[in-house]
């Protein structure tokens, strides 16, 4: 039983390496999950072994499937093609709970930046390209974060895909019930740029 503190610290520590915990939340956490053994903590070691195994990225888009390709992207009624573009698996997640995009995805991995060495090699977009042809590709859709990343790399895109076909970004601006007053001065520029006739 000596070692069972250190083995809990472990854990604490591990937890708190996850986005949106720190080491506070990472305890409470921890310490549900012993007081809940049987109904969470064993559940939960038992499928973290089973994802560890079977989880692995799309050869195809890089979403994260149980096979080499998701099953997104093993639908033929979703080769219709559009691809969406996105920054992250998260993304992609992100459109498909809207339940409204019905084409295929490409997960870049991330945005390209110079001062981090991230330049297109390391983000999939050689794959992307080499997508287009094959796949029947007539439009590509940019969804990726309105950062400054976001835009360089949405930039750097539509110049390499230029002639090749046709390249859509998602509509920007004043999201539907917000109010100007609550809205930051980047947005309120890029939807009064973006206007539209009534």
């Not at 310490?31 to 939960?44: D, S």
């Not at 099953?71 to 009624?77: A, E, F, L, N």
């Not at 390209?129 to 029947?136: M, V, W, Y």
Request: charged share 25%.
């Amino acid at each position: 039983m000596a070692d069972a503190p250190r083995d809990i610290e472990a854990l604490i520590e591990i937890m708190a390496r996850l986005p949106g915990l720190g080491p506070r939340s990472a305890r409470r956490a921890v310490l549900q999950l012993i007081k809940k053994r049987g109904a969470l903590m064993r559940p939960l070691a038992e499928t973290m072994a089973r994802v560890a195994e079977t989880a692995r990225e799309c050869l195809n888009c890089g979403n994260i499937g149980t096979a080499d390709l998701c099953p997104i992207c093993s639908d033929d009624r979703r080769a219709n093609g559009l691809i969406c573009v996105v920054e992250d698996v998260a993304d992609l997640w992100a459109m498909e709970r809207s339940g409204v995009f019905k084409g295929r995805y490409h997960v870049l991995g991330g945005t390209l930046s110079a001062l981090d060495s991230i330049g297109p090699e390391e983000l999939r977009i050689p794959r992307l390209l080499s997508r287009l042809e094959p796949e029947g590709v007539t439009e590509v859709i940019l969804a990726l974060n309105a950062s400054i990343a976001g835009l360089t790399t949405a930039h750097y895109l539509a110049a390499q895909l230029e002639g090749r076909v046709s390249v859509t970004t998602l509509a920007q601006g004043v999201p539907i019930g917000g109010e100007l007053d609550y809205l930051d001065d980047g947005t309120i520029t890029t939807a009064l740029n973006a206007r539209k006739p009534v």
